[in-house]
């Protein structure tokens, strides 16, 4: 079991900018796929971005252009800037540490705000 810790969120203008962290312990970070996930209530959880072992990242064609998902090994960190952002992305944000074929932890959740 991977420890996720997450910080960063919070209420935000629309098209401003936040960046999410989550930091994770428990095993060897650099070998993990790390994800970002979005739910807003009623909804399905949806992968916004994730960067495998060798730093190759994948988007949701939503975010493509306005989120950058990055990480730190020697941190044994992940982000996510997330920029232009929208008030119907106001969410909970959600990291997940995975191997192949199996989730290895969940964060707690970022809750992001956007509204004028």
Request: with cysteine; proline share 4%.
């Amino acid at each position: 079991q991977v420890q996720l810790v997450e910080s960063g969120g919070g209420q935000v203008q629309p098209g401003g900018s936040l960046r999410l962290s989550c930091v994770a312990s428990g095993s060897i970070f650099s070998t993990y796929v790390m994800g970002w996930y979005r739910q807003a209530p009623g909804k399905q959880r949806e992968l916004v971005a994730s960067i495998t072992s060798g730093d190759a990242p994948n988007y949701a064609d939503s975010v493509k252009g306005r989120f950058t998902i990055s990480k730190d090994n020697a941190k044994d960190s992940v982000y996510l800037q997330v920029d232009s952002l929208k008030p119907r992305e106001t969410t909970v944000y959600y990291c997940c540490a995975r191997v192949p074929l199996l989730s290895l932890g969940w964060g707690q959740g970022a809750q992001v705000a956007v509204s004028s």
